[in-house]
């Protein structure tokens, strides 16, 4: 039914704490992307996910970054002991994937606002 | 390596007015690119994709090979127009590379 959601909406944190950033995709959609939005450096690609597993996580910045997705559905980003320099938006995609190579559109979330003291 | 450059983080221009946001990428091998927007308070959304060479609210974008370009284009600006705008390129079946946005602003 709904959209993409994304929870909490904003999070402010202090920095050196961990922080989880949820995902739940559009049901049904098999493959979830995160991506980080700040000032700057515009829309970034963190890592996607088929299903459970991660093909491509090339684009998380440090190891302090990691996601999990369990049961094909619901994600989680977890940033462990948080700098300033992590303040952004974290948004989530999801889309179908057919089988085959053509590109199935990414459904965007309204995103979490992370901001780090 | 793959890349999308929006060389202008903000555009300004009347309503009325032809409005063109620019956007090239460097790519080695056959590009598909999309032009994503974002109204104020809304989410990111696809406005267009090169290849179904579309036109959605009355932009238009075409892919020049020559000039690695994929300039989205709309002849006569409305204020509702005013959002951010992000110009992607896939790399693979499903990551997108963005570039860093223009904001365009409608004045009246």
């Known amino acids: 039914g709904a959209g993409v959601s994304q929870s909490p909406s904003n999070k402010v944190t202090e920095k050196g704490k961990d922080v989880e950033l949820r995902c739940d995709p559009i049901?049904?959609?098999?493959?979830l992307y995160w991506y980080r939005q700040s000032l700057g450096q515009g829309l970034e690609f963190l890592i996607y996910f088929q299903g459970n597993s991660a093909p491509d996580k090339s684009g998380l910045p440090s190891d302090r970054f990691s996601a999990e997705r369990t049961g094909g559905s619901v994600s989680t980003l977890t940033i462990q002991r948080t700098q300033q320099e992590d303040s952004a938006v974290y948004l989530c995609?999801?889309?179908?994937?057919?089988?085959?190579?053509?590109?199935?559109?990414?459904?965007f979330g309204p995103g979490t606002r992370l901001t780090v003291l | 390596a793959q890349r999308v450059t929006q060389p202008e983080k903000l555009l300004s221009v009347f309503k009325g007015a032809p409005v063109e946001l620019k956007c090239n990428y460097s790519y080695s091998g056959s590009p598909e690119l999309f032009w994503y927007v974002q109204y104020s308070r809304q989410r990111l959304q696809l406005l267009l994709r090169?290849?179904s060479r579309e036109s959605i609210k009355g932009f238009t974008a075409d892919l020049n090979k020559g000039e690695t370009s994929f300039h989205l284009k709309k002849p006569f600006a409305q204020e509702e127009d005013s959002a951010m705008y992000y110009c992607?390129?896939?790399?693979?079946?499903?990551?997108?590379?963005f570039g860093q946005g223009t904001r365009l602003t409608i004045n009246p």
């Open positions: 090169h290849i």
């Open positions: 995609a999801s889309s179908l994937v057919t089988s085959g190579p053509s590109y199935n559109e990414q459904f």
């Open positions: 049901s049904g959609h098999t493959a």
């Open positions: 992607a390129l896939l790399q693979g079946a499903q990551k997108l590379v």
